[in-house]
């Protein structure tokens, strides 16, 4: 038996919080880091048969990208919004 998983996004006014439940394994981590308490556990299941993790305060996401740095399997993705520069992403 397989199960299918879909990414789910959150958007936000600073940027989108994007899970993937098929790479979550419910560690914890990005919960603990994020500065601004966005992220809270989910209700659904991932991959692992661990619980996934929801952006439920979406709206403070500053999109600084801790959560998505430390997580240990890449299944947070941020997608940032620049003021007059949306979609566009340059490090300096
Ligand atoms: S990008 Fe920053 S503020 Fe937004 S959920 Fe991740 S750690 Fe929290
Ligand atoms: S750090 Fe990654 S693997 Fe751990 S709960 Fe958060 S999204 Fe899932």
Not at 26 to 43: A, M, N, T, Y
Not at 53 to 70: M, N, Q
């Amino acid at each position: 038996m397989s199960k299918t998983f879909t990414k789910k996004k959150w958007e936000g006014p600073k940027g989108n919080f994007i899970i993937s439940p098929d790479l979550c394994k419910g560690c914890g981590l990005c919960l603990e880091k994020c500065p601004s308490q966005v992220i809270d556990w989910s209700r659904e299941m991932g991959v692992y048969g661990t619980p996934i993790v929801e952006a439920t305060r979406i709206e403070r996401c500053t999109a600084c990208r801790i959560c998505a740095l430390v997580c240990p399997d890449a299944a947070i993705d941020i997608e940032k919004m620049d003021a007059g520069e949306k979609g566009k992403d340059r490090k300096k």
